[in-house]
């Protein structure tokens, strides 16, 4: 098992989908989902991987750039979810360990579930005091899409509580309003008056599994949400450059599901992904997911804990 660690904490990895698979702060291991590899894979797959090439929802796997239509490969009935059946966080990445960091390395080549283009995709773990930060990135061949995220599940009680115990707050007054399938209608609704205002901490109470659209320009590090469980008083901030973050309480877990303590209860944590809006490349009104060759995609990530 691949590590970091600092006074305040201890960060466990795996190169299955350069995964984040324990963190232990305060006393307590704070990472819901599978202890081991094979508990992610007969589990929630998800849990603490690199998401890509795009993380979230693309509407009727396909997506048109440059006048072409790309037609991926489909694994949410007609749609694709999290880059794909043979997605990134089902591979093992090539992991390359220092004192202070740990990068993952993946290449993806052209035509990998449908996108164009040969991709060699980065990410760069690193543990300064009681914060630990992902840097993502990727270059590309060809014109394509991207958008990677991390997708760790968060129990900030160590598991005694679930996801709607928690305190939120989002640094977001819009978000993404979806259809029956929980895919973005493609408009940016206001949260004032719906219960998805998060703008002062508040315990979360209901299932979610909504994008919003952090405050401030994309690309600059800013604050994206906090959370917090108010027995144990630990509370982590998570910072982003990207335009938005999907909070998704594990609606989708059952008894079927294997994970550390045991099966996985329904809402027994809390996934935060920072990340592009869901279905970007379709919906010419959100930011750009497009990446052309001369260019770097980064998505950097930190949380900080207290």
Not at 55 to 79: C, E, K, P, Y
């Amino acid at each position: 098992m691949l590590e970091l660690k600092s006074k305040e904490i201890r960060a466990r990895f795996s190169t299955l989908g350069a995964r984040l698979m324990s963190l232990q702060f305060a006393g307590a291991e704070l990472l819901a989902g599978g202890g081991s590899d094979e508990e992610c894979l007969a589990g929630d797959w998800t849990a603490g991987a690199v998401c890509g090439r795009v993380a979230g929802r693309i509407s009727f796997a396909r997506f048109s750039l440059d006048g072409v239509t790309h037609q991926l490969a489909a694994n949410m009935g007609a749609h694709q979810l999290h880059g794909g059946p043979d997605n990134f966080a089902i591979r093992h990445w090539t992991a390359q360990p220092t004192d202070r960091t740990l990068r993952f390395c993946l290449h993806s080549p052209d035509g990998d579930q449908g996108y164009p283009g040969a991709l060699n995709a980065s990410a760069t773990y690193r543990l300064t005091g009681a914060t630990l930060t992902l840097d993502l990135q990727a270059a590309t061949t060809k014109p394509t899409v991207i958008n990677m995220t991390n997708h760790a599940y968060w129990n900030l009680s160590g598991g005694g509580r679930d996801a709607f115990a928690h305190e939120l707050r989002i640094d977001a007054a819009h978000v993404l309003p979806l259809d029956d399938l929980l895919l973005p209608t493609g408009e940016i609704g206001a949260v004032e008056g719906t219960r998805w205002d998060f703008r002062e901490i508040r315990p979360v109470r209901e299932p979610c599994d909504n994008c919003w659209a952090v405050s401030g320009p994309r690309g600059t590090m800013r604050r994206a949400l906090t959370l917090g469980d108010p027995v144990s008083g630990r509370r982590m901030e998570v910072w982003t450059t990207e335009a938005g973050v999907q909070v998704y309480t594990a609606n989708h877990w059952d008894a079927g599901m294997p994970g550390r303590r045991g099966p996985l209860a329904p809402h027994g944590a809390i996934a935060i992904e920072p990340q592009n809006f869901p279905d970007a490349p379709n919906r010419p009104g959100f930011p750009s997911a497009v990446l052309r060759p001369g260019d770097t995609y980064r998505n950097s990530i930190e949380w900080r804990f207290g």
